[in-house]
């Protein structure tokens, strides 16, 4: 079947379309798992420099969040820090994580770190967004509860 100029540019444009949209669908504010982030996504974030991230690249795996933030801290101002989690964060156990490094999830201070702690043991995502619900809005919650797991 031969395609006319006119079926050819409406495919073009609907193949044009259809990639703007499906880069649109991918979050601009997605966070990155410093244990699978690529060099290349890395590098987008600007507090890391091209030693930062390879020095970042050569310690995977991390275990916690506390080892990559010893690993940037020495590097990296505390706002600098606390810039670059809301886009790298290795997500934490809301089961096991220290007070230390549930203060690492940004705007976690220690009032919210304490009501992280007092619901333990969670036995599912929906506990931690009933529990946290009680003292946050819905975005809120949804926002947090990319950066914690349930273990």
Do not use: C, W
């Amino acid at each position: 079947m031969k395609l006319t100029r006119l079926s050819k540019l409406i495919a073009v444009v609907l193949f044009s379309a259809v990639a703007t949209f499906v880069s649109a669908q991918e979050p601009q504010d997605r966070i990155l798992n410093p244990n699978v982030a690529t060099e290349q996504e890395l590098s987008t974030l600007p507090q890391l420099n091209a030693k930062l991230v390879k020095e970042l690249v050569a310690k995977r795996p991390y275990k916690t969040m506390l080892d990559v933030n010893a690993q940037l801290s020495p590097a990296l101002s505390k706002e600098q820090l606390a810039q670059l989690y809301v886009r790298l964060f290795l997500p934490i156990n809301l089961n096991t994580a220290s007070r230390e490094e549930i203060l690492l999830v940004p705007g976690v201070g220690p009032r919210m770190a304490h009501e992280f702690e007092e619901y333990r043991p969670y036995k599912a995502i929906e506990q931690f967004r009933k529990e946290i619900g009680k003292y946050v809005d819905q975005k809120e919650v949804a926002r947090l509860e990319r950066y914690v797991t349930i273990r």
